[in-house]
Nanobody, 126 residues
Framework: QVQLVESGGGLVQAGGSLRLSCAAS????????MAWFRQAPGKERNFVAA????????DYTDSVKGRFTISRDNAENTVYLQMNSLKPEDTAVYYC???????????????????WGQGTRVTVSS
């Protein structure tokens, strides 16, 4: 089992920045690929960014490329999402997710992830 706890959400004006954190506990953190998803009100949960167990490989949905950066600190069992140049359309609940690195699956699909945090709300005002 892996327990995930997100933090860092809040209210920010358009153009501002936030840094989300996801603290993991339980099994060896560096055995897991990590990702961030988001869910806007009334919409489905969508992929935002992912990072491999080593931190070497990252992936982003097109709408956040150049604005968001995913990173991880395996010594601290934490994954981060630095969000810059925020837009109102970034408003959503952001979820951290984990999947065992040796298990295959679509990085962009929520079905590939076995462990989820409770979410942290991000609101971007115009």
């Amino acid at each position: 089992q892996v327990q995930l706890v997100e933090s860092g959400g809040g209210l920010v004006q358009a153009g501002g920045s936030l840094r989300l954190s996801c603290a993991a506990s339980g099994r060896a953190f560096n055995n897991y690929n990590m990702a961030w998803f988001r869910q806007a009100p009334g919409k489905e949960r969508n992929f935002v960014a992912a990072i491999s167990w080593s931190g070497i490989t990252t992936d982003y949905t097109d709408s956040v490329k150049g604005r968001f950066t995913i990173s991880r600190d395996n010594a601290e069992n934490t994954v981060y999402l630095q969000m810059n140049s925020l837009k109102p359309e970034d408003t959503a609940v952001y979820y951290c997710a984990a999947r065992y690195a040796l298990v295959g699956g679509n990085t962009w699909s929520s079905n590939s992830y076995a462990y989820w945090g409770q979410g942290t709300r991000v609101t971007v005002s115009s």
